[in-house]
């Protein structure tokens, strides 16, 4: 079936510097999201993202994210600078818009020193 | 604010026995509620869905069924076999809005 990508599957940072998790979508697809998701919990909604632009973010989607995909490529999700409750797995998400199934990434695990 | 509780956190059965694992919400404008699988280092993927208009949706062996009075979701996994054995999570998509409400996920094991 359709594939989400993310890279890289792992990230090790220290606290204070700039990341960028990368997404590449189905190919077809016009929706994007991230989500985030603490180790024994459950997957939170970051963001979604369509025709350039955020259309909706939540409360854990702090200033220091950032979120884009320039021309076409991939999607990617910035922290600048991170902190240590960043630390987490970001799953990416993709969506054509015609269903509201959402296809998974296999998430990046992200650990802020 | 956890909006979709769902239990148990890990379950095993034997080959053969149906599982059931079961959501609950309170937010009414949920309208799209999907059950999602995952196996260790994969991506989650839909395993089936169902919209409020409807109290049961079938697919082979599993099947979900829905309350909208007392506001429960469970999935029915019929003669489980070892290969169901994954991370099960439920989700609800708010009316109007673009995004899934996740439970904490639901370890099954099945033991043949």
């Known amino acids: 079936g359709p594939k989400v990508l993310q890279i890289p599957s792992h990230q090790i940072i220290d606290m204070g510097q700039m990341v960028t998790l990368n997404c590449d979508p189905v190919s077809n697809h016009l929706y994007f999201y991230w989500y985030k998701q603490i180790l024994g919990q459950q997957m939170e909604f970051l963001v979604n993202?369509?025709?350039?632009?955020?259309?909706?973010k939540s409360k854990l989607f702090k200033d220091q994210f950032s979120v884009e995909r320039p021309d076409g490529s991939y999607f990617t999700l910035k922290i600048q600078p991170t902190a240590l409750e960043d630390s987490a797995v970001y799953f990416c998400?993709?969506?054509?818009?015609?269903?509201?199934?959402?296809?998974f990434g296999p998430g990046t695990r992200l650990t802020v020193l | 604010q956890q909006q979709v509780r769902q239990s148990p956190q890990s379950l095993t059965v034997w080959e053969g026995e149906t599982a059931i694992l079961n959501c609950s919400y309170e937010?009414?404008?949920?309208?799209?509620f999907p059950w999602y699988h995952q196996f260790p280092g994969e991506s989650p993927a839909l395993l089936i869905a169902i919209r409020p208009v409807s109290n049961k949706k079938e697919d082979g062996r599993f099947t979900i069924f829905f309350n909208k009075r007392e506001k429960k979701f469970s999935l029915h996994i019929a003669d489980s076999q070892p290969g169901d054995s994954a991370t099960y999570f439920c989700?609800?998509?708010?009316?109007?809005?673009?995004?899934?409400?996740f439970g904490k996920g639901t370890q099954l094991i099945i033991q043949p």
């Open positions: 937010d009414s404008t949920f309208d799209y």
């Open positions: 989700a609800a998509r708010t009316e109007g809005a673009d995004r899934l409400t």
């Open positions: 998400a993709s969506t054509g818009g015609s269903s509201y199934e959402q296809y």
């Open positions: 993202f369509y025709n350039g632009k955020v259309m909706e």
